[in-house]
């Protein structure tokens, strides 16, 4: 490897996507509901905290004619940074795919591949420098994000605290992490296909795969192995582990004993853990959504299927060690798509 | 003359196809080369070889003595390649796009400019590629070509989708960068730029290398089977013509052009005699790049 042609390929590389419309236009999109969710978030966040605040003081004071109301210490990174979850999770995505879609396909479409490679260079100082030049757009992407989401939060009074900047400094690591891997995705249907337009399709029809279709599948997968009647359950069916977060964090585990029964609950468990492992080994979305989720203190998945979620204070250590195997799966697209890109573009035959 | 490439028995082959098979060059300092060919005669494919964008089959390639398969950057310092159809960065100005290839060769970037004023671009630096002309962006592939300061350029149709003025402006570069030394190798469908502007004449058929010689010693080697005759009584000639067997001919003005499958002078001036028709002129008729094309491809 020729560091310094790697270089001068990511330093092209890194200022076109800059300059790219279509770049500029998908990260426009991403940075306004970044802000978006990131003031609706805090808003949520000021909210919560004043109710606390008032309970913490009518607890402390009790009036006979009130209702006894005890509302949870709410947790900034939680409430303020969970919908950005969705929104890397899917625009994200979407983001690193149109990076990497014409990596190696448009300079095989404006006839460039077969110039640079008659000059001194390694065939693998194209990929590198491609894939760091693009990484580089991905770090810097959310580094703004990230960025304007503290400054929102300081500019609307909020503190934050040395363990909220590692939860949202983790976060950005792990959603680094996420976006590099499909960019690698990307870039490795760039290198199989000829045009960039069958290489783009080719990475929706994964991301569609791996977000959507399998939700549906692992759903009916878990259905099948464990049949359980939806109706009873909220009156609604349930058909992800997502959806199901939500039930539980709007009403808590006290109705679900109530309504559904033990056996009921167990029931859904059982089918909650089938769902998330089927999601969990195909979908990097998956995976991330449930680390990112863990970092910033919204462990769904933990809080439905382990008997003990009532922690309020976080291991950092304790949940990235209790979420590697999703980070580790997450990985693996990433580096089977990072060896795919090697082995084929090392030997494509260049006519 | 300095000997810059060697190319020894190289094959290429993908799967069952053979590309490129069992050819033989060598390419001098200052050689100016046409490489001739039907689509698919492997020409772009010995090109690709040489510029070190795949390896032979078999066989082996020198650049300036040293053998590329363990030195297959000195082939890629030496070597420019020019491919057809390249559009370069078009969001990139001619400029931007000089100095990125300038890197990549690790070339001094500073020598830009010049070679923008070799190419006639100088006036274009800062306007984006994708705003050029055909013949515009073939004159910054051109200056591409020239930022490694390579010994030998190989252009792959260089001339293709350009209007008649381009074309004549692109052969003069050629020969403007000829005359510096460098050795360049030119793949073409059109005949007459190769015949004006090439010292050195290769044809490819199937893969093969069937020709390779300077244009005059080809037309020496190929002698022609038509006899251009003259004589002073036209209707008479033409009477006579008609009635020898195994031959045919064609009259334009007062020249007859006749074909045979054997020599038939010697006996076609006795009958003439005999039929007291006076011969103004008799010869073969001369050779030329069509001629020699035309016959390699007729060849089995």
């Given at each position: 490897m020729n560091n310094n042609k790697v270089a001068v390929i990511a330093k092209k590389e890194f200022f076109d996507s800059i300059k790219s419309?279509?770049?500029?236009?998908?990260?426009?999109?991403?940075?306004?509901?970044?802000?978006?969710?990131?003031?609706?978030?805090?808003?949520?966040?000021?909210?919560?905290?004043?109710?606390?605040?008032?309970?913490?003081?009518?607890?402390?004071?009790?009036?006979?004619?009130?209702?006894?109301?005890?509302?949870?210490?709410?947790?900034?990174?939680?409430?303020?940074?969970?919908?950005?979850?969705?929104n890397i999770g899917v625009i994200g995505a979407i983001l690193a795919i149109i990076l990497g879609y014409n990596a190696v396909s448009g300079e095989k479409e404006r006839g460039n591949l077969k110039l640079i490679l008659?000059?001194?260079?390694?065939?693998?100082d194209v990929v590198n420098g491609k894939f760091f030049g693009k990484i580089g757009i991905?770090?810097?992407?959310?580094?703004?994000?990230?960025i304007l989401s503290i400054a929102c939060a300081l500019v609307m009074g909020v503190n934050l605290t040395g363990s909220d900047l590692i939860a949202i400094a983790l976060f950005m690591v792990i959603s680094t992490l996420y976006l590099i891997t499909f960019l690698e995705i990307s870039i490795f249907f760039s290198t199989v296909s000829k045009s960039g337009t069958s290489s783009i399709l080719y990475s929706f029809m994964f991301w569609i795969l791996s977000t959507m279709i399998i939700t549906s599948f692992s759903g009916v997968v878990a259905d099948a192995m464990v049949p359980t009647d939806d109706t009873a359950f909220y009156g609604g069916k349930i058909s992800s582990t997502n959806s199901v977060s939500i039930v539980v964090s709007d009403n808590g585990e006290t109705n679900l004993s109530e309504d559904g029964g033990e056996s009921t609950f167990e029931k859904y468990q059982k089918k909650w853990k089938i769902q998330n492992t089927i999601e969990s080994l195909i979908s990097p979305t998956q995976n991330y959504e449930q680390v990112a989720s863990a970092i910033l203190g919204n462990d769904f998945v933990n809080s439905l299927t382990e008997s003990d979620s009532s922690q309020n204070e976080i291991d950092m250590f304790e949940t990235i060690s209790g979420k590697m195997s999703n980070i580790i799966t997450m990985l693996v697209w990433a580096i089977i798509s990072l060896v795919g890109t090697y082995v084929v573009f090392m030997r494509q035959d260049i006519r | 003359m300095e000997k810059i490439l060697e190319i020894h028995n190289i094959t290429k082959k993908y799967g069952d196809l053979t590309a490129v098979d069992d050819v033989s060059l060598d390419i001098y300092e200052g050689d100016l080369i046409g490489l001739l060919g039907h689509n698919g005669a492997g020409k772009t494919t010995l090109f690709v070889m040489l510029a070190g964008l795949t390896m032979q089959t078999s066989g082996n390639i020198k650049v300036c003595g040293k053998n590329i398969e363990k030195n297959m950057m000195d082939l890629k310092k030496n070597i420019s390649f020019l491919p057809d159809n390249t559009l370069y960065y078009e969001n990139l100005t001619a400029k931007q796009n000089l100095e990125y290839f300038s890197e990549l060769a690790d070339a001094d970037k500073s020598k830009v400019p010049e070679l923008l004023e070799i190419v006639g671009m100088s006036?274009?630096?800062?306007?984006?590629?994708?705003?050029?002309?055909?013949?515009?962006?073939?004159?910054?592939?051109?200056?591409?070509?020239?930022?490694?300061?390579?010994?030998?350029?190989?252009?792959?149709?260089?001339?293709?989708?350009?209007?008649?003025?381009?074309?004549?402006?692109?052969?003069?570069?050629?020969?403007?960068?000829?005359?510096?030394?460098?050795?360049?190798?030119?793949?073409?469908?059109?005949?007459?730029?190769i015949k004006d502007i090439c010292s050195k004449i290769a044809i490819m058929k199937q893969g093969k290398l069937v020709a390779y010689n300077t244009l005059e010693n080809l037309c020496k080697q190929e002698k022609s089977n038509s006899i251009l005759l003259e004589t002073k009584d036209v209707e008479k000639t033409a009477s006579i013509l008609k009635s020898i067997k195994d031959i045919s001919f064609f009259q334009q003005d007062d020249v007859f052009k006749i074909t045979s499958e054997t020599d038939i002078r010697e006996?076609?001036?006795?009958?003439?005699?005999?039929?007291?028709?006076?011969?103004?002129?008799?010869?073969?008729?001369?050779?030329d790049l069509y001629d020699i094309f035309e016959k390699y491809y007729q060849v089995a």
């Open positions: 419309k279509t770049f500029l236009t998908i990260f426009g999109i991403f940075l306004l509901l970044m802000l978006v969710s990131s003031v609706m978030g805090i808003n949520n966040y000021n909210k919560q905290l004043d109710q606390y605040q008032k309970s913490q003081v009518e607890n402390q004071n009790p009036d006979k004619n009130s209702v006894f109301t005890d509302f949870p210490e709410p947790k900034l990174t939680a409430v303020v940074f969970q919908e950005m979850v969705t008659s000059y001194p260079l390694y065939r693998e991905l770090i810097l992407t959310l580094a703004i994000t990230s | 006036k274009w630096a800062d306007k984006k590629v994708g705003e050029f002309s055909k013949g515009m962006t073939q004159r910054i592939g051109f200056a591409q070509a020239l930022v490694k300061d390579p010994k030998v350029i190989f252009l792959d149709e260089p001339t293709s989708g350009l209007d008649p003025k381009a074309r004549i402006e692109m052969n003069l570069l050629l020969k403007k960068l000829n005359e510096k030394g460098i050795a360049i190798v030119i793949s073409s469908h059109v005949l007459s730029e006996s076609l001036v006795s009958i003439l005699n005999e039929n007291h028709v006076p011969v103004l002129t008799l010869e073969y008729e001369k050779e």
